[in-house]
């Protein structure tokens, strides 16, 4: 049984720094793409950043570009998301997910595994 299993959330200021992790177990996802999808508050599910099999190639959202980073370890069935340089509305849900794919994807529907999400809280 695949399991996603996110954590590093809490509360931080804004200015401030989070990093949170996802490991995955149940099956070997070295082939596929990882991505980070968050929830806002009264918002749908948006894409945050996605990374690469072999973790060469990563996607950001606009929103996150340049604060966020996100990278693997393979060997560890690990992803994870650097988060520097917060805001409040970066106040959400974060999901971890496993891609169909190899190739890196902003959308939802092209991941197939989902880890049930750690919340994150930025205080103004």
């Known amino acids: 049984q695949v399991q996603l299993v996110e954590s590093g959330g809490g509360l931080a200021q804004a200015g401030g720094s989070l990093r949170l992790s996802c490991v995955a177990s149940g099956g070997t996802f070295s082939a596929n793409a990882m991505g980070w999808f968050r929830q806002r508050p009264g918002k749908e599910r948006e894409f945050v950043t996605a990374i690469s099999w072999r973790g060469r190639t990563t996607i950001y959202a606009d929103s996150v570009k340049g604060r966020f980073t996100i990278s693997r370890d393979n060997a560890k069935n690990t992803v994870y998301l650097q988060m520097n340089s917060l805001k409040p509305e970066d106040t959400a849900t974060y999901y971890c997910?496993?891609?169909?794919?190899?190739?890196?994807?902003?959308?939802?529907?092209?991941?197939?595994?989902w880890g049930q999400g750690t919340p994150v809280t930025i205080s103004s």
């Open positions: 997910a496993v891609c169909l794919y190899g190739s890196p994807s902003s959308s939802a529907t092209e991941y197939k595994y």
